[in-house]
């Protein structure tokens, strides 16, 4: 039966019930409560394309995984034990949050609201479509919780992440015999630029240019994978570092690519930066996936524990 037909069939089941209506009225709370989350992440996202870019990501990858699984809808409409424990979480994390921040003027404490946003999600999406869920939603959410923190760290990572990438560019170019410096040009009344000469010709390392984007995707899909396999947690560093480091070489080539193409093809320069950015953006994701092992096939059997 398809899955739109499931739901329908099993709301028509449940509407008659008191017990059914006092959950969802439970749910419409919490989701009130989380408003002010939303409208920050909607913000953020429609302000900054490279998180807008990670989030699509995310989506897609738990599409790919639900794909490739085995798992079906039962018991929808139910609170079921996994619902309910992580909408104990939910709360749980919020009051702590709330007596943080009222004795204590810790910012940590301020954070436990995201944990709190994806246990939220989790129980939500648990009790809509039924325990046997578990593991895609335990994984994705998970990972939503994941990019919601690292979303946070944008802003303060951005100048070390430029800094990397102008230094690793510049150690690209000099193997392929290119004349490089990087250095930083201080101008008054306006923010410092690190600048990148190849061949005596200047390039702005912006912000655009720190790779954030393509990173935070692949590290996203590492966190998401390693959950997904219930990987040891020394497997699982391991997994987030090959992540960085496939997002580091992927960002670092198409900076390469643009440079080396900008003399040739500057009357179409912003048409090059953006079929560069694309194409290495997407094979980083595709790399990430494939060398993390993500489903390609469907899967024979499934647990659900």
Aim: hydrophobic share 50%; proline share 3%.
């Amino acid at each position: 039966m398809p899955l739109r037909q499931q739901l329908i069939q099993s709301f028509y089941h449940k509407k008659a019930s008191t017990d059914f209506w006092m959950q969802v009225a439970v749910y419409a709370c919490m989701a009130a409560m989380f408003w002010p989350i939303t409208v920050w992440l909607a913000s953020s996202t429609e302000g900054q394309s490279r998180l807008l870019n990670a989030l699509g990501v995310l989506i897609f990858a738990t599409a790919l995984l639900l794909k490739f699984s085995t798992t079906a809808v039962n018991s929808a409409f139910s609170l079921n034990n996994a619902a309910s424990r992580t909408l104990y979480a939910t709360f749980i994390l919020i009051l702590l949050q709330i007596v943080g921040n009222y004795f204590t003027d810790y910012a940590a404490f301020s954070l436990l609201g995201i944990p709190a946003y994806a246990c939220g999600i989790a129980s939500l999406l648990l009790f809509v479509f039924g325990e046997s869920t578990k593991r895609i939603v335990i994984t994705s959410t998970t990972t939503f919780g994941c990019f919601l923190l690292l979303s946070t760290c944008m802003q303060t990572v951005d100048w070390p992440l430029r800094t990397i990438a102008g230094k690793l560019s510049e150690g690209a170019l000099k193997i392929i015999g290119q004349s490089t410096q990087l250095g930083i040009l201080d101008t008054a009344n306006a923010p410092d630029k690190l600048i990148l000469f190849v061949n005596e010709r200047p390039f702005h390392v912006a912000s655009e240019c720190n790779g954030f984007g393509v990173i935070l995707s692949c590290l996203l899909i590492a966190c998401m994978l390693s959950i997904y396999h219930r990987i040891c947690p020394l497997h699982f560093a391991l997994n987030l570092l090959l992540g960085v480091a496939i997002g580091f070489a992927l960002n670092t080539l198409r900076i390469v690519i643009i440079i080396l193409l900008a003399p040739v093809v500057m009357d179409h320069y912003d048409l090059m930066h953006e079929v560069i950015g694309t194409i290495t953006y997407w094979s980083a994701l595709i790399l990430s996936w494939i060398a993390l092992k993500g489903p390609t096939r469907l899967e024979t059997t499934e647990s659900i524990a």
